[in-house]
């Protein structure tokens, strides 16, 4: 569970989570208390993800059963009734807002799974399915010729075992040889609902790039479950018909989409689907709902979003990173008009969004807007991010906007409860909390945190620079800076300011109308990262992006007093009380991309992409279990890719490592 609230302190985001499940019967577990959220880097997200995680003990439960697993999240300030509990029957999953979720129980394996095999030289006809049990790499059973006969088989194979109330193909995978496939089958028989994931995913020893779906059987036969784990395939998306589509629940796990797709839909009429740790060159659609049905996008997680040239779905999204930015004027979106569940908390965390280039117009990121289409309900948390603005434009598309309001439109129910912490975005300008109020707009700006945020420019217009609206006059939220603590405002004299805050907050760092423009000038070296890449509105066009937004030791931003709300920061390092603002607390990642490393003549040697203002140390041991580290050579990094080397290593074994020193 990811979760965050009021009063968040010494590196916990809330007090506690407890998790625990039920069975049919209504008999529950035992309940797990966890107080302190960690980083669980099995998940292979690409940024780490700070989540509270609760192992639940179903011992105690019935064998074979639905469970229902609930979690109740408790904040540090509040009495019962702040409880967030999924058990309080407000909300049925999958519900954007917090519901409990389904699991099914087998720990006895009385449902064991089910394996077919697809290969281009298959047959449906004389394809069979085997257990896991008896299934052998070196000798598997005959293969199918497409993923939904064997998707049948499957359910035909339960049917025959347990009898027709699991005529379904839950805890089945079908394997995938070497090859190119379409997506369906030529027909899929009814099948009963599954309990749990069909997998599809490559054979054992073949890779991800190997496998390739290209197109769908046909623009309707493109269902192989109700709940469909497509895990490590490779999707070339020439699709002249939507390929995914008809079904309740798609996972798409660990593939790689390519950009060479020419369908503007590519999923479409999917209820809920999920994205995670996928490699994403393009999707036409954006990661957005798509189709007739009441299509949601429940969460993207830990993937590479670098060429993305569309919106996603600002509904949860952790631990993604993008090394490539667009032209496109907004990433965090959901005004599209098909029809979908708006979310209630929106959770954007974890990320790293660099070399965004929008000239002009919309926004980067936006939570809530004007009129009927972006909705938070209950609140918003947009927590530890990084944005990097690569336009020169002086009117370059915002980096955030949090919040909107026109004359044009009544929004009463806009952006409460809006939790901004420990983001660094840079490159232009961000809007907290807009309302710019007239008598008909009465839009509601309560309950926000903007706590250790490195911004630029910080905007937030607001009804004392325009008409008096009786019900926000004095609004202590948002212009006297109540609930602002830790954050930077530079405001370039260039860079489309001038709505000031009356008071920045405790703690802040502003300066009104900093002079100058350029890569030299003062505003634009003040805050001291170690490499800035961003937008200094030098010219009219583009800054080389991909900076390091660490901040040197001589930062003036290290004496800012914060508030100590998360555990970790963006690298994963712990935090601490005396931590600067922004998205990391140390100096350096203190890491490198090897390009090497390689052995030849004698000479051991390692090429690495270097960080201007660090050094990089090459050191060995002659045992791995030794401490005594001896370094054989050194070099001051430039930004490029660098080499060091040992000429002449003597000992038949030798461990290198690189050790980097921070700038």
């Known amino acids: 569970c990811v979760a965050f609230g009021h009063g968040a302190q010494s590196g916990r985001p809330v007090r506690c989570v407890q998790f625990w499940a039920t069975d049919e019967s209504g008999t529950p577990s035992l309940t797990n208390t966890v107080l302190t959220p960690t980083i669980d880097r099995t998940r292979g997200d690409a940024l780490p993800v700070i989540e509270y995680v609760g192992n639940i003990d179903c011992s105690g439960l019935a064998q074979s059963n639905r469970l229902t697993v609930h979690f109740a999240a408790y904040p540090w300030i509040g009495d019962t009734n702040s409880v967030l509990d999924t058990s309080d029957g407000r909300n049925a999953f999958p519900s954007m807002q917090a519901a409990p979720q389904p699991h099914f129980l087998d720990r006895l394996n009385n449902y064991p799974v089910q394996i077919a095999v697809v290969a281009p030289t298959g047959l449906d006809s004389a394809g069979k399915v085997v257990s896991a049990s008896l299934f052998a790499p070196g000798s598997p059973p005959p293969a199918f010729a497409t993923i939904g006969a064997a998707a049948v088989a499957i359910a035909d194979t339960n049917e025959a075992l347990y009898g027709n109330a699991m005529r379904d193909n839950g805890a089945g995978i079908v394997y995938l040889q070497a090859g190119n496939y379409l997506y369906g089958s030529p027909s899929i028989a009814s099948l009963n609902y599954p309990k749990t994931w069909l997998t599809v995913t490559p054979f054992p020893g073949i890779t991800r790039a190997q496998v390739q779906i290209t197109n769908a059987f046909n623009s309707v036969a493109n269902t192989l479950s109700p709940l469909t784990h497509i895990s490590n395939c490779t999707f070339l998306c020439t699709n002249t018909t939507a390929l995914i589509g008809q079904t309740d629940f798609l996972w798409l796990d660990h593939c790689f989409f390519s950009s060479n797709s020419t369908l503007p839909t590519m999923i479409d009429s999917v209820t809920n ?312 607390a140390l100096p350096s990642a203190k890491a490198c991309s090897i390009q090497g490393p390689m052995f030849a003549s004698n000479n051991f040697s390692v090429a690495f992409q270097s960080q201007t203002g660090s050094t990089y140390y090459l050191e060995y041991v002659a045992d791995v279990t030794s401490s005594l580290w001896q370094s054989v050579a050194n070099i001051g990094g430039n930004g490029s890719t660098q080499t060091l080397a040992d000429p002449s290593p003597f000992d038949s074994n030798r461990f290198y490592r690189i050790r980097i020193s921070s700038p």
């Not at 004095?474 to 954050?487: D, H, K, L, P």
């Not at 109308?513 to 937008?535: K, Q």
């Open 273 to 584: 689907w999920y994205v995670t740790q996928c490699t994403i060159q393009d999707v036409p659609q954006g990661l957005l709902p798509a189709g007739s049905r009441n299509s949601n996008i429940r969460l993207i997680r830990g993937n590479d979003l670098s060429g993305l040239a569309h919106d996603w779905f600002a509904s949860t999204v952790l631990g993604n990173t993008r090394s490539s930015g667009t032209n496109s004027t907004a990433k965090m979106d959901w005004t599209s008009l098909t029809s979908h569940e708006a979310p209630s908390y929106p959770i954007i965390a974890f990320n790293k969004l660099m070399c965004e280039n929008g000239f002009a117009g919309g926004d980067i990121g936006k939570i809530s807007k004007i009129g009927g289409f972006m909705r938070i309900t209950n609140g918003a948390a947009l927590v530890q991010n990084i944005i990097e603005q690569v336009s020169e434009s002086q009117n370059a598309v915002r980096t955030l906007s949090v919040g909107d309001s026109s004359a044009n439109f009544a929004d009463t129910n806009n952006s409460d409860n809006v939790f901004c912490w420990n983001n660094t975005i840079v490159g232009q300008r961000a809007n907290w909390l807009e309302n710019a109020g007239t008598p008909a707009v009465n839009a509601q700006r309560g309950n926000a945190t903007l706590l250790n945020n490195i911004f630029d420019n910080l905007n937030s217009k607001d009804d004392l620079d325009y008409t008096p609206n009786g019900a926000r006059t004095g609004n202590w939220a948002v212009m006297f800076g109540v609930g602002s603590q830790a954050n930077t405002d530079l405001d370039p004299a260039n860079m489309d300011g001038g709505w000031h805050w009356s008071f920045m907050g405790l703690n802040c760092y502003s300066n009104k109308n900093m002079a100058g423009t350029g890569p030299t000038s003062v505003w634009a070296t003040c805050f001291n990262f170690v490499d800035r890449e961003c937008g200094t509105l030098q010219t009219n066009g583009v800054a080389p992006g991909n900076g390091d937004y660490h901040l040197r030791s001589s930062s003036p931003l290290w004496q800012l007093k914060t508030q100590w709300v998360l555990p970790y920061d963006l690298d994963g390092n712990p935090r601490g009380a005396n931590d600067p603002p922004g998205v990391f």
